[in-house]
């Protein structure tokens, strides 16, 4: 438990515009059929699934898991796939599509902070999420009319909940 | 010179139910404004451009260049912000904005004969195109009304074309 170097303070909290590191970087596919989705995705362009958590609870009229997210892989880049929640919010209205761009950092809200600060707005407070895979959740609209969900980095996600 | 070893000949051509590797997959966000996005998400998200391609023509009203694509990059992950033209598939309508997933592969014509096979409708033929980095372009609409985009591998884009 020796201490061989100083705390680096520098980087600790307060300042919004010090550096903000993101993790992983995603497009978030939501649909209202993401089972299908996920099967054609692999079919089609032979995306391999890396891990999927289903909601607790089913769609009412199916009997099909209602999927929170999909982690699918093409080449070196992954993608979600979605159903469509409330707590989803989509760029594209009708015909249940959406897209979102979601980043994994260590500092949700700095993060978000630091988007606000540079032109975004924020869309709602942070807010603790359960069920995705890791807390704290924020959203912001960049000035282009993109949504981006920025949520706490997290490699501990469970491969289903049931 | 020397040829050590003979030529796989198993993956060529013919049979579109073989494997298909993707060397990269991007999310692709084609706005009116491309140049003040790529701003945007440097000064937000901390993105940093890999590269860049103008279009040789500039925009008749503005100064600006047209920017064919930037490649920023965000933790491990890249994406494509391109401005609007006249070749670019868009899903959504309205406000300019639209939303792209790019496919990188060495044949671009059994991929696209397999997602369609798969489900997907080809949107128009496979072509040949110039000022995109690297040639044959396919467009699909998969079923759920995401366009892919399918493109030649290619790492040899120059920075700028002028």
Request: proline share 3%.
């Amino acid at each position: 438990m020796a201490q061989e170097g100083a705390v680096n303070t520098e980087q600790i909290n307060g300042d919004s515009s010090k550096a903000v590191t993101f993790i992983s970087f995603k497009p978030q596919l939501v649909l209202s059929k993401a089972e299908e989705a996920i099967k054609f995705y692999k079919a089609a362009f032979g995306a391999e699934e890396l891990s999927r958590v289903n909601h607790p609870k089913r769609k009412a009229e199916q009997d099909l898991p209602l999927i929170i997210c999909a982690d699918l892989k093409i080449g070196t880049s992954s993608f979600l796939v979605c159903d469509q929640t409330d707590d989803l919010p989509l760029t594209v209205d009708g015909a249940g599509l959406g897209f979102i761009l979601k980043l994994e950092t260590e500092d949700v809200v700095a993060a978000v902070e630091k988007a606000v600060e540079a032109g975004a707005v924020a869309d709602g407070e942070v807010t603790e999420v359960e069920g995705l895979c890791g807390g704290l959740l924020g959203k912001v609209k960049d000035p282009f009319g993109f949504v981006w969900v920025i949520a706490l980095a997290s490699n501990k996600c469970s491969e289903t909940e049931a």
